[in-house]
């Protein structure tokens, strides 16, 4: 089985100035992006360990609102093994955890920003109610990028220059489209599930536009449960 030291090194980012925006999903062998509306439920060992190596590489960790209600976020940490890695990088123990929402809404006492062991960052719009954002604002970093709607690239410029260029995106599936619509995406980890979903769940990406979009595999990993871990890197 891979380790998390050999994930480091095969995860390993070309530099951590330049931004970047790398998402992670897992996906069944038929292409379902959640089994029972839950993508965890798809995972295994070496993925969970994976998904963990990932936000330890990264300065931020980016959800869609959708995702933090559908999967849960609260208390989010790398463990003291990837923590003490970072620690010896000159990187912070913990990386940031940010949401996307366009609306702000979100509850202030949701285990999101209640359970954080770092300060959760809000991203939105100037479009979402003001009453809402100042209640955020006692729980969160409120971020506005854009005025009617979520600016993505904006985003990734803002939380750049508050030294948090690495970015990891963990979906949902509308969030991953948007940010390849505005051609945003710069690495996908894709994890393969040896699993058959059938139903009729959705894929890992929704909402771009059908076109073909080049990538180059990086490499592929495999372990004892069968799982097959792909790094891709866009054209």
Do not use: K
Not at 108 to 132: K, L, M, N, Q
Not at 147 to 172: F, K, N, P, S, Y
Not at 217 to 224: F, G, P, R
């Amino acid at each position: 089985m891979p380790s998390a030291a050999d994930l480091l090194d095969a995860y390993a980012l070309p530099g951590r100035s330049a931004p970047l925006v790398r998402m992670n999903f897992v996906a069944s062998a038929d292409g379902a992006a959640t089994l029972g509306d839950r993508s965890g439920a798809l995972g295994g060992e070496t993925d969970r360990t994976l998904m963990e190596v990932l936000r330890a590489l990264s300065d931020v960790v980016v959800v869609g609102a959708g995702t933090v209600r559908a999967e849960g976020y609260g208390g989010m940490r790398v463990g003291d093994d990837l923590a003490a890695w970072r620690s010896e990088h000159g990187l912070p123990t913990q990386p940031r955890l940010a949401v996307v929402t366009g609306r702000a809404d979100l509850d202030p006492a949701d285990p999101f920003f209640a359970g954080a062991v770092t300060t959760p960052i809000v991203i939105t719009s100037g479009h979402a109610p003001a009453e809402r954002l100042h209640a955020l604002e006692d729980v969160a970093d409120v971020l506005r990028c854009g005025e009617r709607a979520v600016d993505l690239a904006l985003m990734r410029t803002m939380l750049a220059e508050r030294g948090l260029a690495q970015i990891l995106c963990e979906g949902g599936p509308g969030l991953f489209g948007a940010l390849v619509a505005d051609g945003l995406v710069d690495e996908l980890c894709l994890t393969l599930s040896p699993t058959l979903a059938g139903g009729d769940a959705g894929r890992i990406l929704q909402g771009a536009a059908e076109e073909e979009r080049a990538m180059a595999l990086v490499h592929a990993i495999t372990d004892d449960e069968g799982f097959v871990f792909l790094r891709y890197r866009m054209r």
